[in-house]
């Protein structure tokens, strides 16, 4: 039987399931459909799960060193099996809230795989989705009058370098490991590679992390890559950069993993109970039907305007298969645009330069705009301001005053290009940085808003002071 639908959503993770409940709320008639659990990548293989672990491994940390504190505990045991139950309670906690807004939306859910229909007997464009039920009942189609493809991204792995669960995995395997290892080799020092490193430093695993690139997080400005090498070090993090992985030595036996890589010009070898993969992740545009539209792909990924339409202008596609910054908040913020579109609304494209990332890690990273690099690249006359956590009052009561806020400004108009974050809370300071772009606000009146005291926010008042060489605590 045919179901007719205003939208149809192919894929249920943040970007799919937001731009559900925002058709809802604009009266269109709207389904989706998902091959696994709403919530997708981010919610159960992703930000979630993954930042949970990460706050327990901060816990670990903080209580190792509570004397510093004045508090005397017993030894800090990890109970890594605790560790994952607490997690697993905060997905579920989270997995129940989103199925709570699809039924308030009266959204339907087919639990299946959706694939697009070339013209058929159902219409005579491209676009029905056929949808394969996963428990095994008879194929349902829908005939949407617009699609949205948001299949997201999957890990991938090197060539020659198989996933095995065992002695090589990638982020989804390590999510679910349910004893730590003793060590870990880590290839890929971007966003996953950093996080994973951290959490597991924190936990007690040592670490080596392999990176092809001249400097860890490759998109991020060089100061801030800098300062988060020196602070992985601290952690007794081993951190080779330039370092060609070569597949072919991999050995597997016993309990160890040893792998060589060229660095420095010499051959290194490198062992370690598991090796974790975490060099990009590959879009979901495969197997969905595309080839029964004129959608076109770059490098795997789906070509689409700034409204989100593919060369189908009634076919659209959000998210990590559409690339680009590959983030849930991009995602969900895209899936919005896209059916305000198909609304008839005529919304304000996104600014991808407004966009904040967060890297999650012990020091954590956050940044929007252009670093200083791109923007001299760009041609533009450029100033900083530059301010360290450790003149900062509530950073010191932390007991956390590690890293800095960078402002990157432009020198002729005084706006505000980029502002770079490492250290405590960033992830949650960026929001004022994405503010101030949004509102096309110079570093004046960043240090004209008054950041109470004492609070970590002060270090963006006196980061914008710093741009004009009027910083006060330094
Ligand atoms: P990534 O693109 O951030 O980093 C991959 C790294 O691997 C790069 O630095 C690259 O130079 C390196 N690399 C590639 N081939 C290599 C080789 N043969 N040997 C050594 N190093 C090699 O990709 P990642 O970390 O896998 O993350 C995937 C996506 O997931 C990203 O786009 C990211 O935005 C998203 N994500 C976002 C998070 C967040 O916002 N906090 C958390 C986790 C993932």
């Known amino acids: 039987m045919a179901h007719e639908y205003d939208v149809v959503i192919i894929g249920g993770g943040t970007g799919g399931y937001v731009a559900a409940i925002r058709a809802s709320q604009l009266g269109l008639k709207t389904a989706i459909v998902e091959k696994e659990a709403l919530g997708g990548t981010c919610l159960h293989k992703g930000c979630i799960p993954s930042k949970a672990l990460l706050r327990s491994a901060e816990v670990f940390r903080t209580v190792k060193r509570s004397e510093e504190f004045g508090i005397e505990a017993e030894k800090a045991i990890l109970n890594f099996n605790k560790v994952q139950q607490r997690k697993a309670g905060v997905v579920d906690r989270l997995y129940k809230g989103v199925q709570q807004l699809i039924k308030k939306g009266k959204i339907d859910v087919y639990d299946g795989f959706g694939r697009i229909l070339g013209p058929s007997i159902f219409s005579p464009l491209?676009?029905?989705?056929?949808?394969?039920?996963?428990?095994?009942?008879?194929?349902?189609?829908?005939?949407?009058?617009?699609?949205?493809?948001?299949?997201?991204?999957?890990?991938?792995?090197?060539?020659g370098l198989d996933i095995d669960d065992t002695y090589i995995i990638t982020s989804d395997e390590a999510l679910e490991m349910e004893r730590l290892p003793s060590s870990m080799i880590i290839i890929g020092g971007g966003v996953i590679g950093i996080e994973w490193a951290s959490m597991l430093a924190d936990f007690g695993v040592e670490v080596t992390i392999l990176?092809?690139?001249?400097?860890?997080?490759?998109?991020?400005?060089?100061?801030?890559?800098?300062?988060?090498?020196?602070?992985?070090?601290?952690?007794?993090?081993?951190?080779?950069?330039?370092?060609?992985?070569?597949?072919?030595?991999?050995?597997?036996?016993?309990?160890?993993?040893?792998?060589?890589?060229?660095?420095?010009?010499?051959?290194?070898?490198?062992?370690?109970?598991?090796?974790?993969v975490a060099v990009g992740r590959d879009p979901n545009s495969n197997n969905i039907g595309l080839q029964n539209t004129d959608?076109?792909?770059?490098?795997?990924?789906?070509?689409?305007?700034?409204?989100?339409?593919?060369?189908?202008?009634?076919?659209?596609?959000?998210?990590?298969?559409?690339?680009?910054?590959?983030?849930?908040?991009?995602?969900?913020?895209?899936?919005?645009?896209?059916?305000?579109?198909?609304?008839?609304?005529?919304?304000?494209?996104?600014t991808y330069d407004h966009v904040p990332k967060c890297i999650y890690s012990t020091p954590e990273i956050a940044s929007v705009g252009l670093t200083e690099y791109q923007a001299k690249e760009k041609g533009f006359k450029v100033k900083t301001g530059k301010f360290p956590f450790q003149a900062i009052g509530k950073a010191l009561i932390f007991g956390d005053d590690d890293g800095f806020v960078?402002?990157?400004?432009?020198?002729?108009?005084?706006?505000?290009?980029?502002?770079?974050?490492?250290?405590?809370?960033?992830?949650?300071?960026?929001?004022?940085?994405?503010?101030?772009?949004?509102?096309?606000?110079?570093?004046?009146?960043?240090?004209?808003?008054?950041?109470?005291?004492?609070?970590?926010?002060?270090?963006?008042?006196?980061?914008?002071?710093?741009?004009?060489?009027?910083?006060?605590?330094?």
């Open 126 to 159: 491209p676009g029905t989705v056929s949808v394969e039920m996963s428990d095994g009942s008879e194929n349902e189609m829908l005939v949407p009058k617009n699609v949205i493809i948001a299949t997201g991204s999957r890990t991938k792995s090197l060539p």
């Open 211 to 276: 990176e092809y690139a001249e400097q860890l997080l490759a998109a991020e400005d060089q100061e801030i890559a800098k300062e988060l090498e020196r602070l992985l070090k601290k952690k007794n993090i081993n951190v080779v950069t330039k370092a060609k992985v070569q597949p072919e030595t991999c050995l597997k036996g016993d309990g160890m993993v040893k792998i060589s890589a060229v660095a420095d010009g010499q051959i290194k070898e490198f062992a370690a109970e598991k090796i974790l």
């Open 295 to 350: 959608i076109e792909l770059d490098n795997g990924f789906i070509k689409v305007n700034e409204y989100y339409q593919t060369k189908e202008s009634h076919i659209y596609a959000i998210g990590d298969v559409i690339g680009g910054l590959q983030l849930a908040h991009a995602a969900s913020h895209e899936g919005v645009k896209a059916v305000e579109h198909i609304a008839g609304q005529d919304p304000s494209p996104i």
């Open 406 to 474: 960078k402002i990157v400004s432009d020198a002729d108009t005084n706006d505000i290009l980029g502002v770079h974050m490492i250290g405590p809370n960033v992830t949650d300071l960026i929001s004022e940085a994405g503010l101030a772009r949004v509102l096309d606000a110079t570093p004046w009146e960043i240090s004209h808003t008054v950041h109470p005291h004492p609070s970590l926010g002060e270090v963006m008042g006196e980061a914008a002071l710093a741009v004009d060489g009027r910083a006060i605590h330094i």
